[in-house]
């Protein structure tokens, strides 16, 4: 499972279109706070492995790029307990 | 634009994950209230057009598949609005 106090020192990449609050800095860009955590992790996991390619894809594909499974959870665990 | 009101006629596809409050029914539905509505429709709009194929797409494509994009703007606008 995720480590939100882990994930907390993940965001780096994130913050600047999600915040540290999670709130989407542009209409275009989704609210993650209060979200779903398993949620969060099967869309972050979409945009690493290519399967989302509409709409925001295109910035969030590099984004997850590098980030493990495990990074992910943490991420997940951050943002959906806020 | 959405509109709320006519985007509450809209639901009926959506409610049995989503509620009418927007709260996913189990961790792996995203929570949909007080969403951003551009990311809403982009992220159903990518759903229909068939940019998604990840996580639940596999749900959610059939459910977006015959929606018009005036549906899309009015189910955002009400599910944004929570």
Known sequence: A???EAG???IGLCVACHGT???GIMPMYPNLNG???TYLE???KAYRDGNRTG???PIMAPMAA???DQDIADIAAYYSQL
């Open 66 to 68: 590098n980030l493990s």
């Open 42 to 44: 099967s869309a972050l």
């Open 55 to 57: 709409g925001t894809a």
């Open 8 to 10: 907390k020192g993940k």
């Open 21 to 23: 609050d999670g709130k």
């Open 35 to 37: 979200q779903n955590a």
């Open 2 to 4: 995720g480590d939100a």
